[in-house]
């Protein structure tokens, strides 16, 4: 999982997912190692709601990269970054869900989130979004069929905040 996540950092470092300024200074101090400067550049933006900050900060507490691991900081990173529709943040969920890391073992909510993540990485991380169809697809081989159908409602229904 600590694998996934950080590559999952680092793609999204490299596709373009840091912007200029803070974030993307606290890409170059990840990728260099420094997880504390990244998590000085992150933090404040992750705080003032930024989506991106929200995820990595979710990445860094899931990872324990800079910070003691706490898998439930990590969920409440995830999740302020996928409530704004940011799909890593979704992803990190799904995984979390899927393990039951810092939440409760949950497929239903696993799928869900899965799903979300494959819908809304666009054309141009291809990777990314088979990776969250794979591990979807991976769980519903776990799930009755009436499991699969309310994860589907749930990211049918499902809205950004």
């Known amino acids: 999982m600590r694998r996934i996540l950080a590559g999952l950092v680092l793609i999204l470092m490299l596709t373009g ?40 900060l979710g990445s860094l507490y899931s990872s324990g990269l800079g910070v003691p691991q706490d898998y439930v900081e990590a969920a409440k990173w995830y999740r302020l970054a996928a409530e704004q529709g940011e799909a890593d943040g979704h992803f990190g969920l799904g995984l979390l869900y899927l393990k039951g890391f810092g939440v409760p073992k949950d497929f239903v909510l696993a799928h869900m989130r899965f799903n979300l993540a494959a819908s809304q990485y666009p054309g141009t991380q291809a990777k990314k979004r088979d990776e969250a169809v794979k591990l979807r697809d991976a769980i519903a081989s776990k799930m009755t069929p009436e499991q699969i159908a309310e994860a589907q409602k749930l990211a049918r229904e499902w809205k950004p905040k």
Request: charge should be positive; proline fraction near 5%.
């Open 17 to 56: 997912g840091a912007a200029a300024g803070p974030l993307r200074d606290g890409a170059i101090a990840y990728q260099s190692g420094d997880y504390a400067t990244a998590l000085r550049h992150w933090r404040p933006l992750a705080r003032q709601g930024n989506a991106d900050a929200q995820f990595q």
